[in-house]
């Protein structure tokens, strides 16, 4: 992008000098120039150096040469060889040709932030009409000494590249985060060359985090998908993905949800965001209601602008440009909204700042958007700042490239003059806590209900067994369910005290029961008292079809065993055939008389005209 930016600083000078007369009264020279400036549109730098030195060897004053061979030695990233043409040919060229040789050395340096060197070398410039542009030379001055100022007062912030298992890949760029300490970003596993793809971890604690997986094979195909932004819940994903049979421009915004454990098939959103161009760059508010993006449709400021839509039932609202508060004739780009929903991140280059693109901060007021603050150093540097994200916590995720290409991600801790430490405002606080096995501590993903008389939500933990609640319901009690454990309700109080929920496993020969299932002697009539215990087990029963359950009868040592064993048989079938009228199926049930046990104690021989009920087998 640094490289990009410097070739619009020169191009702007190659079409005004196009429309001026060459300096030279040689056509065989004009001839040639020709020749080196149509070498120079097509890459062949190396050639048009060679024709363009024969050239002065020749007219050491045809300054338009000598611009152009400035020009060549710029995107050869030799700033030594291009001031030599500056001290060589200083007195051959007319003042307003120097100025703009002056002017765009001073242009490079300032984008690999050499801004000592650059505001000498604007000193230099001796003319008041620039002939380049004055409104862009004033812009750059005010950019150098503005980076000369932020040098000299950086934020006190440190940078810390992510540890493994993260940054396994040649590049991964483009964080989004959610509330529970998921990141979802986009990986690309060939320099430059491979297919982008969308990936996601989970922050477990200070230093560990989970091996990075594919966010769904839903979500990812063999074409591109990438640059998304997933809600403070987890629960709702947009992402750009180009080149889909669907896409409306060459790249479209397409979103997703997370439901009964599994993301949605994507769903283009549609001509009300996307357009017949480039739509990227997503960015949810925390509630997953209002979109901000990029685009290159034609109704904007510059060539990439930043837009904004809002949900309405189960469409978008048409995108609304956010107009010259935070657009420029530039691009901008790489929006991020805070949780607040007021305080926007994003990048641009068409403002005041250190080089390239720079992070800026604007807050959305009753009135409009705030002008826009440049975050500043050590934030902003020469280089690009794109694809930030702020997690809950404060921590700024980013990426960072380094010489050979590859692309990190990094994060540092954000200082509260950047973004406000604020909760996501609710009439309530934000219900967040962890689902866990009771006897490995394991995290589990598991269904999690928030129950407040006939209102509930329900809010499943993710494979890290967080969860969390961001809708406005004023819950009294929690129910947590999954297959293979038993239920665990908690009242909001206990919840509050302790956000741990911790889910009994069930284990093969287990007794189902609370209270026990006694008969009178010699029946197999059921008792009045035990219809409740009956309820709670068929709700339980239906509950968990994976679970395999005997009803097991038994008597006391009363009578003989061929008797005793009928009657076990019968005691055992009444309570099979409750709960099926109960539950209405019979697949995971079965009954078994077992006969007497044999007790001399007359209390434990009352005991024993029972019915139990265990597990035969769990499956989860």
């Not at 765009?104 to 690999?112: G, P």
């Not at 479209?252 to 949800?257: E, G, H």
Request: proline share 4%.
């Amino acid at each position: 992008m640094r490289v990009l930016y410097l070739i619009s600083f020169l191009l702007l000078t190659l079409t005004t000098l196009a429309q001026e007369e060459l300096h030279t009264r040689r056509s065989k020279l004009a001839e040639a120039y020709s020749e080196a400036k149509g070498l120079v549109d097509v890459g062949n730098l190396f050639k048009s150096e060679e024709i363009l030195k024969d050239i002065l060897k020749k007219d050491e004053s045809f300054d338009e040469a000598i611009l152009l061979l400035h020009e060549i030695h710029i995107k050869r990233d030799q700033p030594e060889r291009a001031n030599a043409i500056i001290s060589n040919y200083s007195k051959e060229v007319e003042p307003r040709f120097l100025n703009r040789l002056l002017v765009i050395q001073a242009n490079y340096h300032y984008q690999l932030g050499e801004y000592e060197q650059a505001r000498k070398l604007l000193s230099n410039v001796n003319s008041p009409v620039y002939q380049i542009g004055s409104e862009r030379v004033a812009f750059l001055k005010e950019s150098i000494e503005f980076s000369i100022r932020q040098l000299e007062t950086p934020l006190d912030i440190d940078f810390e590249k992510l540890p493994n298992p993260l940054n396994q890949f040649e590049q991964q760029y483009f964080p989004s985060a959610t509330v529970d300490g998921r990141i979802v970003f986009t990986i690309r596993d060939r320099l430059g060359r491979g297919d982008e793809d969308l990936y996601t971890s989970y922050f477990h604690n200070e230093s560990v985090w989970s091996e990075p997986v594919s966010l769904s094979d839903q979500i990812n195909s063999e074409r591109n998908e990438g640059a998304a932004s997933i809600s403070a819940d987890g629960r709702t994903l947009v992402f750009t993905s180009c080149n889909r049979p669907d896409n409306i421009g060459s790249c479209d915004l397409y979103v997703s949800y997370f439901r009964n454990d599994t993301w949605t098939k994507p769903l283009l959103l549609g001509p009300e965001v996307n357009s017949t161009e480039w739509d990227s760059q997503p960015s949810l508010t925390a509630n997953g209601e209002t979109l901000y993006f990029v685009s290159m449709r034609e109704g904007g400021l510059g060539k990439q602008d930043i837009w904004v839509s809002e949900k309405i039932g189960d469409n978008w609202s048409p995108a609304v440009n956010l107009g010259p508060e935070i657009n420029t004739v530039e691009d901008d780009c790489s929006p991020f909204i805070y949780l607040d929903g007021e305080t926007l991140i994003f990048s641009t280059r068409g403002r005041v700042g250190m080089g390239g693109y720079d992070l800026f901060k604007s807050i959305r007021q009753e009135r409009g958007w705030t002008r826009p603050e440049n975050l500043g150093s050590p934030i902003n540097n020469a280089f690009d700042q794109i694809g930030y994200c702020i997690s809950a916590d404060q921590w700024a995720y980013f990426s960072s490239s380094n010489a050979t290409g590859r692309i990190f991600l990094q994060r540092f801790k954000v200082p509260d003059q950047i973004v406000p430490n604020v909760k996501l405002e609710f009439e309530e606080p934000l219900a967040y806590g962890r689902v866990v096995d009771a006897v490995s501590l394991e995290p589990l993903s598991a269904d999690v209900f928030f129950i407040h008389y006939s209102d509930t939500i329900s809010r499943p933990s993710n494979e890290n067994g967080q969860f969390l609640l961001t809708e406005e319901l004023n819950y009294s009690q929690l129910l947590a369910m999954k297959r293979g454990y038993r239920n665990s309700v908690l009242s909001k109080q206990k919840f509050l005290s302790d956000s741990t929920i911790r889910l009994q496993p069930f284990q093969e020969g287990e007794s189902l029961l609370q209270e026990p299932i006694l008969f009178d002697f010699d029946s197999y009539k059921l008792r009045e008292e035990v219809y409740r215990e009956l309820d709670r087990l068929a709700v339980l029963v239906s509950e968990h079809p994976e679970l395999q359950i005997e009803i097991q009868g038994y008597t006391d040592s009363v009578g003989s065993n061929e008797y005793n064993q009928t009657l076990s048989e019968k005691r055992a079938k009444s309570v099979y055939d409750y709960l099926v009228r109960k539950i209405g199926r019979t697949e995971n049930l079965s009954y078994q008389g077992y006969g007497e046990i044999f007790q001399n104690d007359l209390h434990l021989a009352l005991n024993d005209r029972k019915v139990t009920i265990i597990t035969r087998t769990v499956v989860r």
